[in-house]
């Protein structure tokens, strides 16, 4: 049998140029820019969910409050806001003395909107506070006929609402 020639003959290797490595001052500027790009992501993370906190504070109070300012319209509705608020016993001992306080109030008071308006509207001040356990909210609400309505609140209980 005759010698057959081989069909494809491979061309040899062509040398390819070597590989160029980073210097050392080009690794240390990318992971410097990486390290920079992740602590500004960071501190706009922790920012963020600051403003978040910050804005949504005594969101859970504000309902309690703005029901609260619609049942305060007759003294029946006052005495069974001042039942379902046993904190309340802190600033006024009876309910009698609840009911009074409340009648002085109602010529300035208003009802309040189910969403709490902004901080930055000037309507609302909140504080929050949380100290030896007990987690305290206060909500001042600045009403129409000039005179604000203050809310304390601790542990998630109303203890006092005033009127100034």
């Known amino acids: 049998m005759a010698e057959q020639e081989p ?16 210097s050392n001052g080009v690794k240390i500027a990318l992971g410097c820019g990486l390290l920079i790009m992740m602590a500004f992501g960071g501190c706009g ?13 005594g969101d859970t109070e504000w309902a309690d409050l703005s029901r609260l300012t619609n049942d305060l319209d007759t003294d029946a509705g006052a005495e069974a806001e001042y039942r379902s608020h ?7 001992p009876t309910s009698d003395d609840f009911v009074g306080a409340v009648r002085l109030w109602r010529p300035s008071l208003e009802h309040l909107p189910e969403v709490k308006p902004p901080l930055m509207s000037g309507k609302v001040a909140s504080k929050v506070q949380y ?4 987690s305290s909210v206060e909500l001042s609400v600045n009403l129409t006929s000039g005179k604000r309505l203050v809310a ?11 009127m100034e």
């Not at 993370?45 to 504070?57: D, K, L, N, R």
């Not at 046993?86 to 006024?92: K, S």
């Not at 100290?131 to 007990?134: K, L, P, Q, W």
Request: proline fraction near 10%.
């Open 7 to 22: 069909i494809f003959t491979p061309e040899p290797a062509q040398a390819l140029p070597p590989k160029r490595k980073m």
């Open 131 to 134: 100290m030896n356990g007990v």
């Open 86 to 92: 046993p904190g309340l016993a802190e600033a006024y």
């Open 152 to 162: 304390q609140w601790k542990n998630k209980q109303l203890t006092d609402l005033t």
């Open 45 to 57: 993370v922790a920012v963020f969910w600051c403003g978040h906190a910050m804005t949504s504070a």
